[in-house]
């Protein structure tokens, strides 16, 4: 059987992502509001007693605006470390504490949490591992730390940031201050970067890439492919990504 990801949105107005497999399935942030995530896992044909909980990268509200009412309504435990889950203000009950570089097993699946570089308490990516295949999800990240290089070499599946364009960034509305926190080491990957590390990290075997985190402001789909194309070496018909408002996808491995 096969794993699917599904990319229910990505980007500053909330993220989402569920990892099927075997009729068990794991959320990874639940930045969307409760309505919107069940009518979109409704359209995606997930039944929600396949999930089993949610993965918390971290506190930005981005990533946790209905994580606390999706564990309650669909009793799933919040999976994050300490320090995310006290800067989250979750109540404690539903907690299931997990530490960094240490896989578990949740649905079936063997998860690690990988530590990113990013303005907030203990922020992580995860690599997933059904067995069969691996998936990174490994987005809001200034650089790129080895455990998430490592595990986008090794991914079938690879939600990778691609945030912004450093001169729309530069030349863009966002005040100066802001301007610096996101090309900070602890802000977001630009479309550069991004496609500098899938380029270092390409070997023998076949990875479907997923461009995650697109700027509204200060990047586009056809610029985020364009440029990680033409540093990857990557062909953009092969670069997936979110292409407008409430566009969702299926990544299938
Ligand atoms: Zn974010
Ligand atoms: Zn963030």
């Known amino acids: 059987m096969s ?26 942030d639940s930045g969307l509001s409760f309505k919107s995530t069940k009518s979109l896992m409704a359209v995606n044909g997930i039944d929600e007693n396949e999930l089993k909980g949610i993965l918390v990268t971290h506190e930005h509200i981005d990533h946790i605006r209905s994580v606390q009412i999706v564990s309650k309504k669909l009793n799933l435990p919040i999976i994050c470390n300490q320090n995310t889950f006290d800067a989250s203000h979750f109540d404690g009950n539903m907690h299931e504490r997990i530490f960094m570089m240490s896989p578990f097993d949740i649905a079936g699946m063997s998860v690690v949490a990988l530590p990113t570089s990013h303005d907030a ?7 997933i591992d059904t067995g ?16 998430v290089e490592h595990a986008l070499q090794e991914a079938d599946i690879a939600l990778i940031e691609s945030n912004y364009d450093s001169e729309m960034l530069e030349t863009g509305p966002y005040p100066y201050i802001l301007k610096r926190r996101i090309d900070s080491d602890v802000g977001h990957l630009c479309n550069t970067v991004s496609g500098e590390v899938i380029k270092r990290t390409i070997t023998n075997h076949q990875r479907k890439i997923f461009l995650a985190h697109l700027s509204k402001k200060n990047n586009t789909p056809d610029i985020a492919r364009e440029t990680v194309s033409r540093i990857s070496g990557i062909k953009r018909m092969n670069l997936d990504c979110l292409e407008f408002k409430g566009d969702t996808r299926i990544i299938k491995e």
């Open 3 to 28: 794993v699917e990801v599904h990319v229910l949105a990505s980007g500053s107005d909330g993220n989402c992502a569920i990892v099927r497999y075997e009729n068990s399935a794991i959320m990874v």
């Open 132 to 147: 069969k295949k691996k998936i990174l999800i490994a987005t809001d990240m200034g650089l790129v730390t080895y455990q």
């Open 121 to 127: 308490a203990e922020p992580c990516a995860y690599a």
